[in-house]
């Protein structure tokens, strides 16, 4: 079975409290839920973690590449500014396998300082402005 890590970034442990408006109603341990579901209909098996720590996202990064694992990154905030964590994303790659940033709004529509990203560059598709949904669609193309 093949393993893919979901991994978030800083603030969406909040999920579910956090600006509702923007990020749904759906609390954390619900997106978990979600992906697990939608995880074994497809076959896949998904490990999902949060951080609100760089340096653990970066540790999270390089086991992914240690271990063959394609990763579902949705970075929050360092979606705009991390070289490390692109650094980091960029040898996701390199190591044959994939790497798909997700985004639960579309932060294009929003402030401009998110219309940058810095991992967008380095990954091998995006998609954002689904709500949970993004993290699902990129499951079903991840078992493609
Ligand atoms: C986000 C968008 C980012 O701009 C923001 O910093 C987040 C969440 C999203 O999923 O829409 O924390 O990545």
Redesign the pocket.
Known sequence: MSLVLVLN????GRLGSREPD??GSVDYAGLVEMVANKAAALGISADTRQTDSEAELISWLHEAVDRGADVIL????F??YSYAVRDAAVQIGKSGKRLIE????N?HT?EEF?HKSVISGVATGVI?GFGVDSYLLALSQLAQ
């Open positions: 970034g800083p603030n969406l923007i990020y949705n970075p929050a905030a979606t705009h997700v985004h639960l709004s932060p929003r998110r954002a």
